[in-house]
């Protein structure tokens, strides 16, 4: 399965992610408005295809193409959120996550190296959709199989990636992030990858108080700020090794937004809009194989 790329993806995310999120204009210091406002430097491209480059290389060794070829096309449908659908879904929003992330680090990478916003959007949203396409494309010749809904969720995460830092409001009331905690089939290592451990991890998107505050034209600080609520989905007991109870929840969740605890602009601040801290959270679920609605809290959500 072509999720497997969301390892490579994430080496290459735990370095420029910090650095994803962008500072308003205004803020910026004379030093860095000269850099953003000189003419484009080509040099952006190269950085972004050799990171493309690389994935796809570093994604054929770990994939095993080179057995795993077939010479055949094949697509395979995985059913999408269904009950029997692998890993419940959950590895689309996967997709989508990293995806965004890649986008939102791209588009640095080219606003940095003095790139329009219009322009850097394009860049940062067009190679990482590319290239999402042709590596589901090299999955379909192996026993893999290519997979259309992967596809979809590469471009709705690079899409949504792209669309939030081209509305800096919208940017700053909504944003996707992910939420991980090992589980037991990583502890036992039954799932030696943790970016597909899926029974640790929580996908939200979110709705930050703060932005929200902002949109409706409420000046004043509130209380509202240090609160996000979001929509969060997640999966359990899909390993497909043991013969789990498998879970798939989706609900309203209400969380701590962690973003008004660091300096604007900050590493830390970036870190925490992208990574949903674990036991920060609690939210009503409906767990959809048997239509059982619940309060559920840290304890409970990763407690797998």
């Known amino acids: 399965m072509s999720i497997k790329l969301i390892k490579t ?15 308003p204009f205004s803020e910026l210091n004379s030093k860095e408005k000269k850099i953003i406002t000189r003419q484009p430097d080509p040099r952006a491209h190269y950085y972004s295809m050799a990171v493309q480059g690389g994935i796809i290389i570093a994604g054929a060794i770990f994939w095993n193409y080179s057995e795993r070829w077939t ?6 449908n995985e059913g999408w959120f269904g009950k029997e659908s692998y890993n419940g879904g959950a590895d689309k929003l996967g997709h ?13 990478n080219y606003e940095r190296h003095g790139f329009s916003r219009k322009s850097s959007a394009f860049w940062g949203f067009s190679i990482p959709a590319f290239n999402g396409v042709i590596i589901e494309i090299l999955d379909g010749y192996t026993d893999y199989n290519a997979s259309t809904e992967d596809i979809l969720f590469n471009l709705l995460g690079s899409g949504l990636g792209a669309y939030l830092y081209l509305n800096p409001k919208l940017d700053e009331m909504i944003h996707l992030d992910w939420s991980y905690l090992p589980s037991s089939d990583f502890t036992k290592n039954i799932k030696r990858d943790f970016t597909t451990d899926y029974a640790g ?16 034209k409420y000046d004043h ?21 043991l013969n789990t109870k498998k879970q798939r929840f989706a609900g309203i969740s209400l969380g701590i937004n962690l973003q008004e605890f660091f300096k604007e602009g900050s590493s830390a601040r970036t870190f925490v809009k992208y990574f949903k801290v674990p036991y920060s959270f609690t939210g009503i679920f409906r767990e959809l194989n048997t239509n059982q609605t619940e309060i559920q809290t840290g304890n409970t959500v990763f407690n797998y």
Not at 96 to 108: D, F, G, K, P
Not at 201 to 216: D, S
Not at 221 to 228: C, E, G, V
């Open 71 to 76: 010479g055949e096309f094949g697509i395979e």
């Open 201 to 216: 991890q929580v996908f939200t998107l979110e709705l930050n108080g703060k932005g929200a505050r902002k949109i409706l």
């Open 221 to 241: 600080p509130s209380a509202i700020d240090y609160l996000q609520l979001g929509f969060s989905y997640y999966s359990r007991g899909y390993s497909g090794e």
């Open 96 to 108: 989508a996550y990293t995806w965004c992330l890649l986008t939102r680090a791209l588009i640095h």
């Open 9 to 23: 993806v994430i080496c290459f995310m735990s370095v420029t992610l910090l650095f994803s999120q962008s500072i």
